[in-house]
């Protein structure tokens, strides 16, 4: 789910997870990065060193972020959008429900 805080937040043209700790999407790269780290993908981050592996990995995990936020045209991405101006912080569950609302 820290995938669609970050495809709602940043350019994803950059190398988005070189981010201010104070930006938006801080807490949505931090918790990305420990994904990593818990899966194996990378051992260690540290500012000054950003693995190659990591990168590859981040980019496709955005990727999918966004084909599954805009698979209905944008729509889930504006529900989630909306819902981010208001709550700073969405969990799981609530960013599922936003791209999968009940009929």
């Given at each position: 789910?820290?995938?669609?805080?970050?495809?709602?937040?940043?350019?994803?043209?950059?190398?988005?997870?070189?981010?201010?700790?104070?930006?938006?999407?801080?807490?949505?790269?931090?918790?990305?990065?420990q994904?990593?780290?818990?899966?194996?993908?990378?051992?260690?981050?540290?500012?000054?060193?950003?693995?190659?592996?990591?990168?590859?990995?981040?980019?496709?995990?955005?990727?999918?972020?966004?084909?599954?936020?805009?698979?209905d045209?944008?729509?889930?991405?504006?529900?989630?959008?909306?819902?981010?101006?208001?709550?700073?912080?969405?969990?799981?569950?609530a960013?599922?429900?936003?791209?999968?609302?009940?009929?």
């Open positions: 789910m820290a995938a669609a805080g970050i495809v709602v937040e940043c350019d994803l043209r950059t190398r988005f997870w070189d981010i201010a700790p104070s930006a938006p999407a801080a807490t949505d790269v931090l918790r990305l990065v994904i990593a780290e818990d899966l194996g993908i990378i051992t260690s981050w540290r500012d000054d060193e950003q693995p190659p592996a990591f990168g590859a990995w981040a980019r496709g995990k955005t990727r999918a972020a966004r084909d599954l936020l805009y698979s045209h944008g729509a889930a991405r504006r529900r989630v959008t909306a819902s981010l101006l208001t709550a700073r912080c969405l969990s799981g569950p960013i599922y429900a936003l791209v999968n609302p009940a009929p």
